[in-house]
């Protein structure tokens, strides 16, 4: 079974930046006590972006975003902070990318991990970091990483988190 995600995440006030800028741009909270909340990145958000930003280059290496969708996520984080998790894995093997930035600076990233450097523990992985950065902690917790207690585990895919996520009303 496959994993492979792309979005956004932070919080409320940061991912509204998003809605505001697309009608495509769909607000979830992974959990339902979750204090964070993700804007998955589909095509349709993702032009909605560009048209906004300008696509700007796409980075070589790493997360399939690019300039432009780091320059609207360095204004989305303007007084919060706002992450890039990019998820592709099937059947164990796969990769994973990230960035941070807070107060309009990029602050971590863009990391990329793929499968062969997956023997690192876990703390040093890429969503890990980032998601530390907006604050999430496992400690005194049953999870064994800030992954798990995200959320992310649980969905897959963005299908997934249409069908099973918390929705922002309004």
């Given at each position: 079974m496959g994993h492979a995600l792309r979005l956004f995440a932070g919080p409320l006030?940061?991912?509204?930046?998003f809605a505001d800028a697309s009608d495509h741009a769909r607000i979830y909270r992974l959990r339902p006590e979750g204090a964070l909340y993700v804007v998955p990145l589909d095509?349709?958000?993702h032009d909605d972006l560009h048209s906004i930003v300008g696509t700007g280059d796409w980075l070589e290496n790493g997360p399939r975003i690019s300039t432009g969708d780091m320059v609207?996520?360095?204004?989305?984080?303007k007084g919060a902070a706002v992450a890039y998790l990019e998820t592709e894995?099937?059947?164990g093997i796969g990769e994973q990318s990230s960035a941070l930035w807070k107060d309009g600076q990029l602050v971590l990233g863009?990391?990329?991990?793929?499968?062969?450097?997956?023997r690192r523990p876990r703390s040093l992985w890429p969503i890990n970091?980032?998601?530390?950065?907006?604050?999430?902690?496992?400690?005194?917790?049953?999870?064994?990483d800030e992954f798990e207690i995200f959320g992310l585990l649980?969905?897959?895919s963005h299908d997934d988190?249409?069908?099973k996520g918390h929705p922002l009303d309004g």
């Open positions: 006030m940061a991912m509204r930046a095509d349709d958000l609207f996520a360095a204004r989305a984080s894995y099937f059947g863009p990391l990329h991990m793929d499968g062969s450097a997956s970091a980032a998601l530390r950065g907006l604050g999430v902690r496992i400690e005194g917790s049953q999870y064994v649980d969905y897959r988190i249409a069908a």
